[in-house]
């Protein structure tokens, strides 16, 4: 076969090759947090401590950030920042995504979208999605482990409840805007500062991030759900926490593929940070006023799927 007839292999995204991307990403976190100014060494062994990861990985991250213009090598003497602090903050590597992710994305808004029934199998998704054996079968461990599937004692998967009718999206809200600011209010309510900052720090960097498309929906979900689930468990009441992390699994399926409004993800950041300023501050009633504000704007720009069709 003459070599122009000859079709180049499709490029598949590795998890390696994925965290490559993250750890460049840490990376530049690192550098834009420590100010360094333009020149500093930017030593493998001392990053590798700091993030907890060996010199490999850092090397390959560094040099990932080489080809972007942001460090330069060094013969013999290893990497330097080259990029001016106003670069760094408008800089962003973004992370590709996988055949695993893309197919799993597909299954969620079909599923939502009223394509999928209530149950499937191997061979209806093998036909669908023109997909080998191995993929499909990591995908559907990744949305069993998500509890967004769960397995037939005989053959196929069932999709888990979600909140798949207006009334019943209008129910959950209404619950939680009544359930939610009140446990902010109690007097049992306690707060872990290490826990509040460390959710601050991960919103702020959302908030930020360049390109809020490349972020996985699984982590902007885990995101939305930990700060939810973290507030009700500061109330110091059981049952609050539990009935919040019983509403986080019905909708888990329902905001896996509702991440599609961007601009809502970041507005949802900021309200969040704003709740959270608020406890630090000692303002609780603040704190509460503040999340009936931010549910009642999340119903508002909520993405309603039609129920699956049943099968004939």
Request: aromatic share 8%.
């Amino acid at each position: 076969m003459a070599d122009n007839d000859t079709k180049p292999a499709p490029v598949v995204t590795t998890n390696a090759q994925q965290g490559r991307h993250r750890l460049a990403n840490q990376i530049l976190d690192l550098i834009r947090h420590a100010k360094f100014e333009i020149g500093h060494h930017l030593r493998e062994q001392q990053l590798g401590d700091m993030l907890g990861v060996s010199r490999t990985p850092v090397r390959a991250a560094l040099n990932l950030l080489a080809e972007r213009g942001i460090v330069e090598t060094r013969k013999n003497q290893g990497f330097f920042l080259k990029a001016q602090q106003g670069m760094l903050h408008r800089t962003e590597v973004e992370v590709p995504t996988t055949a695993d992710q893309d197919l799993y994305a597909r299954i969620v808004e079909d599923r939502l979208s009223g394509i999928l029934g209530d149950s499937i199998t191997q061979v209806e998704i093998t036909r669908r999605y023109k997909v080998d054996r191995t993929l499909l079968q990591r995908t559907l461990t990744h949305l069993v482990n998500d509890g967004l599937l769960s397995r037939n004692s005989g053959r196929g998967w069932t999709f888990r409840p979600t909140l798949d009718s207006q009334v019943a999206l209008r129910d959950s809200y209404d619950y939680r805007s009544t359930l939610e600011p009140a446990g902010l209010l109690l007097g049992s309510f306690q707060f872990d500062r290490s826990l509040l900052e460390r959710s601050r720090l991960e919103h702020l960097y959302l908030e930020g991030h360049p390109d809020i498309s490349s972020v996985d929906p699984r982590q902007l979900f885990e995101t939305d759900a930990q700060f939810h689930e973290m507030i009700a468990a500061f109330s110091g009441n059981i049952f609050f926490l539990q009935a919040i992390q019983q509403q986080n699994r019905l909708r888990r399926l329902l905001e896996f593929g509702g991440y599609s409004n961007r601009r809502r993800v970041r507005d949802w950041c900021r309200e969040h940070l704003d709740i959270i300023d608020a406890i630090f501050e000692g303002n609780r009633v603040r704190a509460s006023e503040l999340m009936i504000d931010h549910l009642g704007a999340a119903r508002a720009s909520a993405r309603h799927y039609p129920k699956a069709p049943p099968r004939s």
